[in-house]
């Protein structure tokens, strides 16, 4: 598509992606393709969607699934997160309507192909948005719901592992309970150790 020395601009990446038939993200003249999920991913961002969307109804916050992209576009990055939740009113980089530019919660079910880069790059291009209130990261393997709070200039780290817990997202005025959170979801049973 591109020659290989080729960094291709965000508004390259906007009209290759419109036009594309599966999903890639950006980094700063990067093109990333995302992988499928697994039934658990899919089945926790499936849930964590639902259980926010039911909080929220009735409220001027929206709930978004994976296919809303999200514009980190001080570092020239895009992103789908597999869940977002705005309040207020939904702004958008153009008149397509499909790159988000205000999320107030983002959450990322993390897998071993994409939690490198959700802790790290993504991490790191989501606490520029002023708007963000909350980045929720949640384990696939295990119970393990982390968030991050803005508090001011400071974030403020929690985390919650065990399905009886209840996760707050204060800024929103939602929780998550993990047993809800993880609701279908099979974990492996735990490797036995070997005998001597």
């Known amino acids: 598509m591109y020659a290989a020395d080729h960094r291709p ?4 990446y906007l009209a ?12 700063d003249g990067q093109i990333v393709a995302m992988a499928g999920a697994t039934r658990a991913h899919s089945q926790i961002a499936m849930n964590l969607g ?15 699934p994976s296919d809303l992209r999200v514009a980190a576009e001080s570092r020239r990055s ?3 997160p597999d869940v977002t939740v705005v309040c207020g009113e939904s702004r958008f980089s153009d008149e397509q ?5 205000n999320p107030s919660v983002v959450c990322e079910v993390l897998s071993p192909s994409t939690e490198s880069s959700d802790r790290g790059r ?11 209130q909350h980045y929720v990261l949640v384990a696939q393997d295990e119970p393990r719901v982390e968030v991050y709070t ?25 929780r998550l309970p993990l047993a809800q959170v993880y609701d279908r979801v099979e974990f492996a049973a735990p490797a036995e150790p070997e005998e001597r």
């Open 9 to 12: 601009t965000p508004a390259e």
């Open 16 to 27: 290759a992606e419109r036009a594309a038939e599966r999903k890639s993200e950006y980094w």
């Open 50 to 64: 639902w259980r926010l969307s039911a909080q929220l109804e009735g409220r001027r916050c929206e709930a978004y």
């Open 78 to 80: 895009y992103y789908y």
């Open 97 to 101: 309507r499909d790159t988000l530019l």
């Open 122 to 132: 993504k991490w790191g291009d989501y606490q520029l948005l002023p708007t963000l």
């Open 150 to 174: 803005r508090q001011g200039e400071q974030w403020l780290y929690r985390a919650w592992t065990d399905l009886s817990a209840v996760a707050e997202l204060p800024a929103i005025g939602c």
